[in-house]
């Protein structure tokens, strides 16, 4: 099994910017697909963006398309998700998962990753 444990959330105000990491642990992480999914209160988790297991290949939800940006560094087995142009939308807490797979396609759905972290809280405010 692979274990994930995300940080960088925290308060910032409406157009600051975060960075959150998820450190990996366990198994090779470069055998794992890996994506971000957030899930704000009263709501369904929603698919952030998702990465390949080699970077090479990246996807995001076209609401957070050119905010937000996936990137992973297999040498520190971690997976970042910086975030730009920050919304009191874009309030929740924000999970990272992954997927032992090294095809070269993303996954959007929850259901298609098997390992989940803890979650990260991120709140931006008005």
């Known amino acids: 099994q692979v274990q994930l444990v995300e940080s960088g959330g925290g308060l910032v105000q409406a157009g600051g910017s975060l960075r959150l990491s998820c450190a990996a642990s366990?198994?090779?992480?470069?055998?794992?697909?890996m994506a971000w999914f957030r899930q704000a209160p009263g709501k369904e988790r929603e698919f952030v963006a998702a990465?390949?297991?080699?970077?090479?290949?990246?996807y995001y939800t076209n609401s957070m398309k050119g905010r937000f940006t996936i990137s992973r560094d297999n040498a520190k087995n971690t997976v970042y998700l910086q975030m730009n142009s920050l919304k009191p939308d874009d309030t929740a807490v924000y999970y990272c998962?992954?997927?032992?797979?090294?095809?070269?396609?993303?996954?959007?759905?929850?259901?298609?990753?098997?390992?989940w972290g803890q979650g990260t809280q991120v709140t931006v405010s008005s």
């Open positions: 366990g198994r090779t992480f470069s055998n794992y697909a």
């Open positions: 998962a992954a997927r032992f797979t090294t095809s070269d396609r993303w996954y959007r759905g929850g259901n298609e990753y098997g390992y």
């Open positions: 990465i390949t297991w080699n970077g090479g290949i990246t």
